[in-house]
């Protein structure tokens, strides 16, 4: 008998235990898409981590360490230690080999959102993932003092439309405030599309803004009644910004970059640190390897309880096969053809398995990839199956055929003893 007449008979062997093999098909089905899910997820993790920010050449704070400045400067996580005046600011923005900058002033919070105080570059050149731009729900980019724009998540969490009122917290990114400007509210006048990034989770507001609620707390504390300075009276002389906390940079030329940023690292007016976020990055996902391990434990632990499946079915289906392996010795198959036949089933089995499961997963995506993005920042893009993802199947194939020997063997030794009697 040939091949194909053996992977025929295999095939009409699976159809004839219609239950058995569905059992062992959605079992099998359920580990490779729970393996491929994580696979999924942890690359969406990392791709979101990486592209936070992208389009930046280089970002530039007061001298601290280079994972410090990327935190709260990207994941508005933790606080500067110093401020970049701003004539150190004008000077380096002011370079022939600087296209854009993007100016950051931070330490003031809105019930446990991040308060960002930045400029117009910041809506026409921050970019993220592959080079996408910021877009609005709905409203605009702010333009008066006391406009703010909020994050997706800020929106939602809040229950903010354009039009709500923000009371600003003096000095407070999280839990419960003490002091508030609640002498100089803001009006939401935008709210942006979800970005699956840091983006999200911050309200946006000028830099003129962020000195007008300070204009009267020089103290460090506010002001008495009487010494407040009303919205009405702030002239725009009064709210020159005179110190921003970081700002992003991009060169016109990528080579200037490496030498603008050594000019940058050795600047002789303020001590200042220039990183490529790029790089850091990196570095920093390095750093949180643990978490990466895990879910590679998870996924392989997945992998396994598949196969494991997989044999405990074939295994447990020997015993109820007994006398069709003894009718086919009797017509003639040898016992490498009863191994043969073993093989073949397991070769259907698992094709069929990673078939069912690659179709699932892609159908998973597509119906939750919105919601992915919306509620937990993982945005899936491309490619639909990774190298890993690919391997992982090719690993799943190989291994259950490798497994499917165990059953195979012991059929090849009950054949050999059983022959056609009524015991069977």
Same mark, same amino acid.
């Given at each position: ?312 079915? /074939?295994?447990? +289906?020997?015993?109820?096969?007994? #006398?069709? @392996? ?5 017509? =003639?198959? !040898?016992? %490498? ?63 259950? /055929?490798?497994? +499917?020997?165990?059953?195979?063997? #012991?059929? @090849? ?5 059983? =022959?056609? !009697?009524? %015991?069977?």
């Amino acid at each position: 008998m040939t091949k194909i007449t053996w992977l025929r008979l295999a095939w009409k062997s699976l159809n004839n235990r219609k239950f058995s093999t569905v059992l062992t098909v959605f079992s099998m089905v359920v580990s490779l898409v729970l393996l491929m899910s994580v696979e999924r997820i942890k690359r969406a993790a990392e791709d979101g981590f990486r592209q936070s920010v992208s389009g930046v050449d280089l970002i530039v704070g007061a001298r601290t360490g280079s994972m410090q400045l990327v935190l709260y400067s990207v994941f508005n996580i933790g606080q500067a230690t110093q401020n970049v005046s701003i004539e150190s600011y004008d000077e380096i923005r002011n370079l022939p080999e600087v296209e854009w900058t993007i100016p950051y002033s931070l330490g003031d919070g809105h019930k446990g959102f991040r308060v960002v105080a930045t400029n117009q570059d910041f809506f026409k050149f921050y970019k993220f993932r592959s080079q996408e731009q910021i877009e609005f729900a709905s409203g605009a980019p702010f333009k008066d003092y006391f406009d703010v724009v909020i994050g997706a998540d800020v929106a939602k969490t809040l229950g903010y439309v354009v039009g709500s009122d923000v009371v600003v917290a003096h000095g407070v990114t999280s839990g419960v405030a003490i002091q508030e400007h609640s002498d100089k509210p803001f009006k939401v006048v935008g709210v942006m599309k979800p970005t699956g990034t840091p983006l999200d989770r911050a309200l946006y507001i000028s830099l003129e803004a962020m000195e007008a609620i300070h204009i009267d707390w020089q103290s460090g504390s506010a002001p008495s009644e009487e010494k407040q300075i009303k919205a009405s009276d702030i002239k725009p002389e009064m709210v020159k910004p005179r110190a921003i906390t970081s700002f992003f940079l991009r060169t016109k030329n990528r080579i200037e970059t490496l030498k603008l940023q050594r000019w940058i690292n050795e600047y002789k007016e303020e001590p200042l640190l220039a990183v490529i976020p790029g790089v850091v990055l990196s570095e920093l996902w390095t750093s949180l390897s643990m978490i990466e391990k895990v879910l590679k434990t998870l996924s392989f632990l997945v992998m396994a309880v598949g196969l494991i499946s997989m044999l405990i079915a /074939i295994m447990t +289906s020997l015993n109820e096969r007994r #006398r069709e @392996m003894a009718i086919l010795r009797a017509v =003639g198959a !040898s016992l %490498k053809n009863i191994v043969l036949l073993i093989l073949m089933e397991t070769f259907l089995l698992s094709t069929l398995a990673i078939f069912i499961s690659c179709v699932i997963k892609v159908l998973l995506e597509l119906v939750f990839g919105p919601w992915l993005q919306s509620t937990y920042g993982l945005y899936l893009q491309a490619p639909i199956f990774s190298f890993n993802e690919i391997i992982y199947l090719g690993i799943m194939l190989v291994s259950s /055929i490798l497994i +499917s020997f165990i059953p195979a063997i #012991r059929a @090849m030794k009950s054949a050999l003893k059983d =022959g056609l !009697s009524s %015991k069977l």
